[in-house]
């Protein structure tokens, strides 16, 4: 019988001769996984949990990070671009899919407003939880999903900051928006969301129309230069100043930067 359990264990495993610590790194990074935050900024992190760990252990928590990631608590992602400095994300590094660990990709493929197929899932947890599904395997969770999802026999669960209460995944087939083949897409029982990445667009909204005028503008090099900042019919249209509506520091004459608020999971799909 396949069994796929519900909640995410813990690693009993020490940093620094003490299991607590361990434990609440874990459970810090949960609370952001539960709200389908997977990969966390290293920086927001060190920010909002470094004076809990020193007033609680005594312990500096970029080097309990750093602990953590030799023993495969967790995993640290780089984000490269030019002419910015590399930004380091941190997520579980899991050694098993449960209910519990799907549903946390699912809230971050809803966080995005994306499609949750099966590709992009399996996509999401090799990347996320440096962990890969084997086929037969994943075959056996969509099954127990389709016969568990009409289910509504309570399930007490002992990490999740919510309230899932019944069996919080619905599985359905579907064609993919992209490839057209027949595939699952897996969503969150009772609250579902509109992907925006159907391949629809509408031409006649007026931030279209503004996207359409800045493409045609940039390509006139005898405008305006070609990389110092957004033609004028885009950022009045837009009401924005200095060209930030895709690219921070790209007034004036620099570069265009990618917005890095924008990064969390936009490189999964």
Known sequence: KFNFDFTQPY??????????????????????????????????????????????????????????????????????????????????????LTIESLTWIVKSIRNDMMTPTEKLILSRIKECYGLKIEQ??????????????????????YNSYDNLGIFPLRAQKIQDPVTHADTYVIFLRDKEWEPEDQGYVDENTPEWRAFV???????????????????????????????????????GGDTPKPNSSNLNNNSFS
């Open 213 to 251: 005028n800045f493409v045609e503008d940039f390509f006139k090099e005898d405008e305006f230069p070609r990389m110092g900042g957004l033609p004028t019919s885009f950022t009045q249209q837009q009401g924005v100043s200095g060209g930030n509506a895709f690219f921070s520091g790209g007034g």
């Open 11 to 96: 690693k009993n495993v020490e940093i620094n001769n003490s299991p607590k610590i361990s434990h609440l790194l874990q459970q810090e990074m949960i609370k952001f996984a539960s709200a389908g935050e997977l990969l966390v900024s290293k920086d927001e992190f060190l920010e909002k949990n470094a004076e809990e760990f020193q007033r609680k252990f005594g312990a500096d928590l970029e080097d309990v990070i750093s602990k953590a990631e030799k023993i495969n608590v967790l995993h640290t992602t780089i984000r490269k671009f030019i002419d910015t400095k590399p930004l380091y994300y941190i997520g579980l590094l899991l050694d098993v």
């Open 136 to 157: 037969n395997f994943w075959k056996n969770v969509i099954s127990y999903i389709l016969n568990a999802q009409n289910d509504k026999t309570p399930i007490k669960t």
